[in-house]
């Protein structure tokens, strides 16, 4: 059972509106990724970290921006949401190469509507 | 960056029947998950499986790293088998997935 938790579950929101969507996980995982899905479509890397303090962008270019200040948080913010950004967002974690559990987990998602 | 396909797209079943799923990738790999998403989005890890065989009840998955593919066997298919299911594969030590497009299995009852 993974112990990784996003909220909100869904939100719908208005243009130009500012949201953090929140990610946490209980098992000291170094590793954080946050993916993007539409429906029924394949999932999308946009953020990483690899540890406190480390932040990286990923393969699919994305005007979100996320933060790693304690091992187990790890939020994305839209600045300014817009219909585009409609979407699931997906949050992982999974621990360094080499100790048990380095399956990746994710969390619930959060779907995201913007109008 | 790596490529991976997954085959069939889409896979229709009558509940009791057994399929293969699978997954071909471009390069070799030190990371490789089978995952499935059921219809409310969540994604649930099947099998971590870079190499060699596993069985975890009515599924197994099978990966030949030297062949560059992975399958994935459900037998006795269920109506709540039904969902997308992914691959995804890793390179290097601080290795990211990258996700294959997925494959949609309706299981009829």
């Known amino acids: 059972e993974a112990d990784i938790y996003q909220t909100p579950r869904y939100l719908v929101i208005g243009t130009g509106k500012k949201i953090t969507l929140e990610c946490s996980q209980t098992m000291g995982h170094d590793k954080m990724y946050w993916y993007q899905q539409d429906p029924g479509m394949e999932l999308h890397l946009i953020h990483y970290s690899y540890g406190v303090n480390s932040t990286e962008k990923g393969d699919l270019s994305s005007e979100s921006t996320v933060s790693r200040i304690r091992t187990e948080h790890f939020p994305l913010t839209l600045e300014s949401a817009r219909p585009s950004h409609t979407s699931q967002y997906l949050c992982a974690s999974r621990n360094r190469e080499g100790l048990p559990g380095n399956t990746i987990y994710f969390g619930e998602g959060s779907w995201l509507t913007v109008v | 960056g790596i490529q991976v396909e997954q085959s069939p797209p889409d896979l229709i079943l009558q509940e009791g029947a057994n399929s293969t799923l699978r997954c071909n990738f471009s390069d070799s790999v030190n990371n490789l998950q089978w995952f499935h998403q059921n219809p409310w989005g969540q994604l649930i890890n099947l099998f971590y499986i870079p190499s060699g065989t596993k069985q975890n009840g009515r599924l197994s998955a099978t990966t030949v790293a030297t062949e560059r593919y992975s399958l994935l066997y459900i037998s006795s298919s269920q109506t709540t088998d039904s969902g997308v299911y992914f691959c995804?594969?890793?390179?290097?030590?601080?290795?990211?997935?990258?996700f294959g497009k997925g494959i949609t299995l309706s299981v009829r009852p």
């Open positions: 995804a594969v890793g390179i290097g030590a601080n290795s990211k997935l990258t």
